[in-house]
């Protein structure tokens, strides 16, 4: 009898338990219960604040791109935008671009963009070049702000953008760089589209393909080492096939080891590096 006393009261306790641990369970705290849930407020915030900031920015750009002077190579620049025009207009008859001082060295992304927004705009050349160079820079804001989310979370994100907007030497150039600042901007979007190219490994989405082919394409389009962005992808992209071989065997083919990289050559070459459009030399 004592027996099946015990018994007993140990199958009392083993159903107990579960109801018992339910409450405990449901005593604790929200946060702490479903801490996903209580981030969401927080993140909108936020994320909020993050667009603020470049609406902002956007106004003070409309309001102050008439107000800057010329920069150091403005004339040149403009130069250097017509004649790459009459490069590509000219079905590359016209080839004076790649005589041009030392701009044909570099790419002419910029410049070939002012130039033809200067000729649907209502603005002067050099008030479109900066109207131009603000927009590019607010573009380069919204990729650090979007790095910095995906990286670290929203309120890195927001650290991310409201430093950058509040660099002098950022805000600066983006009006008045027609190198530099640009060749920013692309690195940050090709780093972009290759940090969430790895994210979605093996199967990158078109919009991450095109990130990744358009920012290392502007890259080149602003300066030809723009092309060291691929190295940003290259150490995690061994690393991936090296543990990819190792699970699979050597002889077992990975399905997907070179399939996000394939799939976005054809977008790296982009039309503002005017070298690429002429095949390698004998």
């Known amino acids: 009898?004592?027996?099946?006393?015990?018994?007993?009261?140990?199958?009392l306790n083993l159903t107990v338990k579960p109801a018992s641990a339910t409450l405990r369970v449901a005593t604790l705290p929200a946060g702490t219960v479903?801490?996903?849930?209580?981030?969401?407020?927080?993140?909108?915030?936020?994320n909020a604040l993050a667009i603020g900031t470049l609406g902002i920015v956007a106004v003070i750009v409309a309001l102050t791109f008439r107000d800057y002077g010329l920069g150091w190579d403005d004339y040149t620049h403009s130069q250097y935008g017509n004649l790459l025009i009459s490069l590509y207009g000219s079905d590359f008859a016209d080839q004076r671009a790649f005589s041009f001082v030392n701009l044909y060295m570099y790419g002419g992304?910029?410049?070939?963009l002012a130039t033809l927004a200067a000729k649907v705009l209502p603005f002067g050349l050099f008030e479109t070049r900066r109207l131009v160079g603000g927009v590019i820079g607010l573009i380069g804001l919204f990729v650090a702000w979007r790095l910095g989310r995906r990286l670290g979370g929203p309120f890195a994100g927001l650290v991310a953008l409201v430093l950058l907007a509040a660099c002098p030497l950022y805000y600066g150039h983006m009006f008045m760089n027609a190198k530099d600042a640009p060749f920013a901007v692309a690195m940050a979007a090709a780093l972009l589209g290759i940090v969430r190219a790895f994210e979605e490994y093996p199967r990158a989405s078109p919009?991450?393909?095109?990130?990744?082919?358009?920012?290392?394409?502007a890259a080149i389009g602003s300066r030809v080492m723009g092309g060291f962005a691929l190295l940003n992808a290259l150490l995690p992209l061994l690393l991936i096939v090296t543990v990819r071989s190792r699970e699979n065997g050597l002889?077992?083919?990975?399905?997907?080891?070179?399939?996000?990289?394939?799939?976005?050559?054809?977008?790296?070459?982009?039309?503002?590096?005017?070298?690429?459009?002429?095949?390698?030399?004998?």
């Open 1 to 11: 009898m004592a027996t099946a006393a015990a018994d007993e009261t140990r199958l």
């Open 34 to 46: 479903i801490s996903g849930a209580a981030t969401f407020p927080a993140a909108r915030a936020l």
């Open 109 to 112: 992304g910029f410049d070939l």
């Open 207 to 217: 919009a991450t393909i095109a990130l990744c082919g358009i920012g290392i394409g």
């Open 251 to 282: 002889n077992r083919r990975s399905p997907s080891a070179g399939h996000t990289s394939s799939r976005s050559y054809p977008a790296y070459c982009w039309p503002t590096w005017s070298w690429a459009c002429f095949g390698p030399g004998p």
